[in-house]
Nanobody, 125 residues
Framework: VQLQASGGGLAQAGGSLRLSCVAS????????MAWFRQAPGKEREFVAA????????VYADSVKGRFTIARVYSRNTGYLQMNSLKPEDTAVYYC???????????????????WGQGTQVTVFS
């Protein structure tokens, strides 16, 4: 599956951005999706994930209550709505797909085997 992320940019602290991840190459409803991020000098970290059926979402504690992950099957697109942004949210954001058909959605990089190219999010105070 190929993933194309977009929607990053500059935002003031307290503001919002919405990231999109357009998928192609495999039936969209056949895999879990997730967002990860990587700040300069830091390791890639989990942000949020959604099951192939869209019935369960998982969030990192650092974004819970501020970010929302969703997917629209008719558009083959996943989304990450980011509200109440903080400077510490600054990072390159990556969307990912888990093609393994496992029952439980993962939260580590190794659980996902297809990655988008990343989109930069910069939050200033």
């Amino acid at each position: 599956v190929q993933l194309q992320a977009s929607g990053g940019g500059l935002a003031q602290a307290g503001g919002s951005l919405r990231l999109s991840c357009v998928a192609s190459g495999r039936t969209f409803s056949m895999y879990h999706m997730a967002w990860f991020r990587q700040a300069p000098g830091k390791e890639r970290e989990f942000v949020a994930a959604i099951t192939w059926s869209g019935d369960r979402m998982v969030y990192a504690d650092s974004v819970k209550g501020r970010f929302t992950i969703a997917r629209v099957y008719s558009r083959n697109t996943g989304y990450l709505q980011m509200n109440s942004l903080k400077p510490e949210d600054t990072a390159v954001y990556y969307c990912a797909a888990d093609l393994s058909r496992r029952a439980v959605v993962g939260t580590t990089s190794s659980d996902f085997d297809s990655w988008g190219q990343g989109t930069q999010v910069t939050v200033f105070s």
